[in-house]
């Protein structure tokens, strides 16, 4: 029954047609929202300092859209503990013209830095009584629609050194929390220090125990910098919240982040959930003209191209091995040019005027086709800035050591920035693999490689090639590790691009002689060779993982050919098939078995 509901639940409950599947056309009544009440909460922004002042801007931002009912903050709301208070109210103006762009009602809650004299005096009530005249009072409650909230004062000594909840603050909060139960709705309890952590106030002893009797439901602090959550006590939650603005120096999975809090009443529980600063994003925050000028420098792959290759290093080695990268560009703006190896540095993205990262580089990475230990070097270089509708070519100047095993396929990434309509500076990720002059090298597994980026390249180890002479023939041994060999169906042999994207998973030939190149492309799965009548001879041989076949040239085929592409087309069983290479397709690999 459990499974039944709660199926009805998550599942729209959707009007059936006669045949069993869901009515198209259909209008379906959605169920009425369940939260009663949302409050939003501030943390602490001490010692923020300027640089802090943006997530505030941008919390702000973020809840005019969240739209919560009312906003509180848990204080800290300055740097403060001066002896100036002409200083105070300069930095107590910059918070307090923040929030009162807020769409909805704010309620201060007192903090140390607030309300403690740089003086170190205790007697010395300027800033608290300051505090008073310009921000509210130093402890108060507020009465919302089914919730009472109760903002307590956490430094009445103003000495930053003994926390004290004296008798009269503690004797208006029994009669708070009296007064809130008579109401009949649940309450929770705002302060700056989180008391219950402090023994001299006798959290445990005075004030838990008068907790859940009168239907408190959270107690939320600050002041640590650090968002946490201390355990539950009677059906009591306990929170600290971390920074919004204020000074952190850890990652965020130490509690240390710039972030907004929200408090959900939903049929009198509580449910507390946390944001980073500045997670909303407006409607207009990227533009069509902008996203235009995007795609037009990564859609055309003529935007950037590669002239010259590698050469195998080989046990030699390459020194300043030259290529280089003629960038165009086609959009309306200047763009910046940068051109860098992908060697896992760089892998995150900062949105510039945004608290947000991007980690999509280091997401996208397949280690299946890039290598990112790659051996090769490109010397640094500066930006280039190309005008709008110019190009430029970009020299580039390559090092690699000696190696014992060929060199996989580098990918490089050209970096195109330009300013955005909003001053914003956007870059642009365009991969290409540097070319590499292939030579089959009698007895060596050369990788076939996936020479142009897909989304849809597979996590399979690359394919491996073996050449070697057998009398005048040419043998080659592919293996390729493979978790699911596609097989043929009878669709897969009505298609008219079986050669070139086949359903299933296929070995191609192609020898390059002085015409067009002679290609052939066979099929695993049911023993089909496509192409010229006569050809190669193929044979699938025995494979522990995938699968693995032999293919022998004969002499007559070898005469006259200048090089050879060897290519898998990898399946999957999916509607993409995935091709990789020995060579890129207008550069092939070069014979370097002997042939006549």
Known sequence: MLALLLAWICVPPFTNAPDGGAREGQVVQAPSPKRDLRLAILPDRTTGRDWGLPYLDA??????????????????????????????????????????????????????????????????????????????????????????????????NLDDRSIQLGDEQFTWLKGQLDRAKSRGVPTILLMHRPLWRYREVGWDERVHPLLAPSGTIAVIAGHFHSMQRDPDRDGVQYHILGTCGGAIDQHPLTGQLQHISMLDLKDGAAEVWHQFAGATLPGDFIVAEDQERAFNLKRDAKTVTIAGSLAEPGLRGLEDAPLTVTVSN?????????????????????????PAVSRTPRDTHNPAVTDLDTPITLDSMAPVTIAPRSKATIPLSIDCPALKDPLRAPEAVIELSFTDSKGRTVPVAVRRRLPIARTLIPGVPMPLEEWEWTPYATDDAPPTIVAERAGESLILTVRVPDDRVAESFPAATKRRDRATNPLVDALAIRLYGAGEPASWTWEPSTGSVLG??????????????????????????LKGIRGINIGVADNDDTFHTQWRWLSPNELPAALGVNHR
């Open 59 to 156: 919390a702000v931002e973020d809840l005019n859209r969240l739209k919560p009912d009312v906003v509180f903050c848990v204080g800290d709301l300055i740097q403060g503990y001066t002896r100036r208070p002409e200083v105070w109210q300069s930095q107590m103006d910059a918070y307090l013209s923040r929030v009162k762009a807020l769409d909805m009602p704010w309620y201060p809650t007192a903090g140390n830095h607030d309300v403690i004299a740089g003086t170190r005096d205790p007697n010395d009530r300027r800033f608290a009584e300051l505090y008073r005249r310009e921000v509210g009072p130093l402890w108060y409650a507020v009465d919302l629609d089914r919730l009472t909230t109760i903002i307590l004062y956490s430094d009445e």
């Open 532 to 557: 010229m009548t006569s050809g190669p001879t193929f044979e699938r041989v025995p494979s522990t993982d995938g699968w693995s076949a032999r293919c022998t040239i004969p002499p007559g085929l």
């Open 330 to 354: 086609p959009i309306d703006q200047p763009i910046t040019a940068v051109v860098r190896l992908r060697d896992g540095s760089g892998e995150e993205w900062i949105v510039p005027g945004e």
